[in-house]
């Protein structure tokens, strides 16, 4: 069935440096790949997302990348803040009949002072 | 804050017992999807309604049913509360043409015994 991959489950930085996540998805049919960030006691808040048509997003400190042919797509966090701090959830949805998310299991990132 | 509200923000309910959870979209967004997030993982897709009908449905049993309105405001009901119903109900919200991108709504916290 349909399933996304995310790897870490948790990370730690110091404060300035980049972070990295995972995730794997498997629908080729999948074309639309959102990233979202949880606080505690929150719901997810949209951070960045990326369609299949383009290979990289950028916005700020927060990049996404996705690589088509492999199934991956990753984001990237620089010169991270204490801020950043939080649950990162990737996800990946077909656009077309139901826009339903299949979610990854999420990323406890720590940003150390 | 995206807009999308949901009621009551936490209950307590005992097994067996049904529940009634509510969420406003945001303003002129026709599409509304609720997902169920246990503790620790990523949210899963429960169903979504477009234009007060149901438009597709993850693997939840039929005692989840739900509701649209002709404003757009949305209910989910759970009848038969089992103990593993306990998770956070998430509802977001799409824009007409671009319901790829959701907005969540900070959750609803339900807790069965």
């Known amino acids: 069935g349909e399933n996304v991959e995310q790897h870490p489950s948790t990370l730690s930085v110091q404060e300035g440096d980049s972070a990295v996540i995972k995730c794997t998805y498997s629908d080729s049919a999948s074309n639309y790949f959102p990233w979202y960030k949880q606080e505690l006691g929150k719901g997810p808040q949209l951070i960045i997302d990326i369609r299949s048509n383009v290979g990289e997003k950028k916005d700020q400190r927060i990049a996404v990348t996705l690589n088509k042919t492999a199934k991956h797509f990753s984001l990237h966090i620089t010169e991270t803040q204490p801020e950043d701090s939080a649950v990162y959830f990737c996800a990946a949805s077909i656009t077309s009949g139901t826009y339903k998310y299949i979610f990854g299991t999420g990323t406890r990132l720590k940003v150390l002072a | 804050e995206t807009g999308v509200t949901q009621s009551p923000t936490h209950l307590i309910k005992t097994r067996g017992q049904q529940v009634t959870l509510r969420c406003s979209s945001q303003s002129g967004h026709n599409t509304v999807s609720w997902y169920q997030q246990a503790l620790g993982q990523g949210p899963q897709f429960i169903f979504q309604y477009y234009r007060e009908e149901e438009n597709g449905r993850g693997n939840f049993p039929p005692r989840f049913s739900g509701l649209q309105f002709p404003n757009y405001s949305s209910e989910l009901n759970v009848n038969a509360l089992e103990l593993d119903d306990s998770a956070l109900y998430l509802c977001?919200?799409?824009?007409?043409?671009?319901?790829?991108?959701?907005?969540f709504g900070p959750g609803t916290r339900l807790l069965v015994l």
């Open positions: 977001a919200s799409s824009l007409p043409g671009l319901q790829e991108t959701q907005y």
